[in-house]
């Protein structure tokens, strides 16, 4: 596989939940590559190798404790007819990691607002999005099984010529957990 100047920074969803979203969306976008995940850092090109820029992503990662990220409802961004699940809680910490990368380590003026996600289904023609979405919704309905992981790690991922992302680097979330007030 050739390797892409694409990069971005990632946190899996573990089973059984990233197996359901994994599945349900095959079953939406049939042909697709699966690997359930909420992006912290958007596709961004690196100036520097790869290496280098992973060593300060590390540190910077291993600043956060682990925290919990709940998948939320079925909805579609406007502008590009994605169809996702919102994040519900961890969104502000997801925010928090994304801001501190974006600013140091990864730097890159992205094209949307950082929006903490699951994505089901992209770059499919936009009539077949509200039938898309209906099937989704129906199945996140259905689901039964837990709907709240833990993140203790993000995985540094590089996009190759085949369209398919592959693990760089793994980082470990240390930090301090911080006492909710009583």
């Not at 990220?69 to 919102?86: M, N, S």
């Amino acid at each position: 596989m050739h390797g892409l100047n694409q990069f971005a920074l990632v946190i899996y969803v573990p089973d059984p939940l990233g197996r359901f979203l994994d599945d349900l969306r095959v079953e939406l976008a049939p042909g697709c590559k699966p690997h359930a995940h909420v992006t912290v850092l958007p596709p961004r090109p690196l100036s520097a190798p790869w290496v280098e820029v992973a060593e300060e992503a590390r540190a910077i990662v291993a600043r956060f404790p682990p925290f919990d990220i709940e998948a939320g409802g079925i909805r579609i961004f406007p502008t590009t007819d994605v169809i996702y699940i919102e994040v519900g809680r961890g969104a502000t910490q997801l925010r928090r990691m994304h801001a501190a990368l974006n600013a140091a380590a990864l730097p890159f003026e992205e094209p949307y607002p950082y929006h903490p996600h699951l994505t089901l289904v992209q770059d499919m023609p936009r009539g077949d999005v509200p039938d898309l979405y209906r099937i989704g919704e129906r199945r996140w309905r259905a689901y039964t099984g837990p709907r709240v992981f833990r993140a203790e790690t993000a995985v540094f991922v590089q996009n190759t010529l085949e369209d398919v992302w592959i693990d760089l680097a793994e980082f470990t979330m240390e930090g301090a957990p911080v006492e909710s007030p009583a």
